[in-house]
């Protein structure tokens, strides 16, 4: 079955700290695999998008890494901010193009004072 | 400014009466697509379209029509509403060709009594 599974469901951090999120599929074939951030009552945004010949992409203090071999990408947090408090969400395309999505449950992240 | 603007941005209506929420990109993409996100379960596709006359279901599309007669609008109806389908809804688009992200709008509530 195709599945993106993410963990943790929830995670606390303080401010400062880093932090880093898991995301396992077993969507197939795979072609590539996002990032959203979404905060409370907004709609998600793009982090990264990353294919399968890449195996680490940065967009400012968030760093995507992927291992296609064992299906597997985690998205880093370095030195944490209040705004980084959000849910975190996976998404993979079924079936190599972009038009049917499976999305991961999300990790919704506090990061505390 | 580009965007994805949906309508209404909340909605309370009773079961079996006809609603339909307007989706419109301004950013010329042929991407478009329709989610529910409910608590525990994420979001789920409803519909999408890859381009002008061309609808696919996605995982949940029971009770959902769409249509894109336009390349912008791409409306989601719900002809006989029920309360199953309360839920936040949102519409997004991207670029057809290549890896592209989706660009969110900022969803639409709806409760259905």
């Known amino acids: 079955k195709n599945q993106v599974e993410q963990s943790p469901q929830s995670l606390i951090i303080l401010e400062g700290k880093n932090c880093t999120l898991q995301?396992?599929?077993?969507?197939?074939?795979?072609?590539?695999l996002r990032w959203y951030k979404q905060d409370t009552g907004r709609g998600p945004v793009s982090l990264t998008i990353?294919?399968?010949?890449?195996n680490t992409k940065s967009n400012g203090r968030y760093t995507a890494t992927l291992d296609a071999d064992t299906k597997q990408s985690s998205l880093h947090i370095t030195a944490s901010q209040l705004s980084d408090s959000a849910s975190y969400i996976c998404v993979v395309p079924l079936g190599g193009s972009q038009g049917n999505l499976i999305f991961g449950k999300g990790t919704k992240l506090s990061v505390k004072p | 400014e580009a965007q994805v603007t949906q309508n209404p941005r909340y909605l309370i209506t009773v079961t079996g009466k006809k609603l339909t929420v307007t989706c419109s990109q301004n950013m010329n993409h042929e991407y478009m697509s329709w989610y529910r996100q409910d608590p525990g379960l994420g979001l789920r596709q409803i519909y999408y379209?890859?381009?002008?006359?061309?609808?696919d279901k996605g995982d949940v599309p029971e009770g959902y029509k769409v249509s894109r007669k336009e390349k912008r609008n791409f409306p989601l109806i719900l002809e006989s509403p029920s309360p199953n389908q309360t839920s936040l809804y949102f519409c997004?688009?991207?670029?057809?060709?290549?890896?592209?992200?989706?660009?969110f709008g900022d969803g639409t509530r709806l409760s259905i009594l």
């Open positions: 379209s890859m381009n002008v006359e061309v609808t």
């Open positions: 997004a688009s991207s670029s057809g060709t290549g890896v592209q992200p989706q660009h």
């Open positions: 995301c396992n599929y077993t969507v197939s074939p795979f072609s590539n």
């Open positions: 990353m294919t399968f010949s890449e």
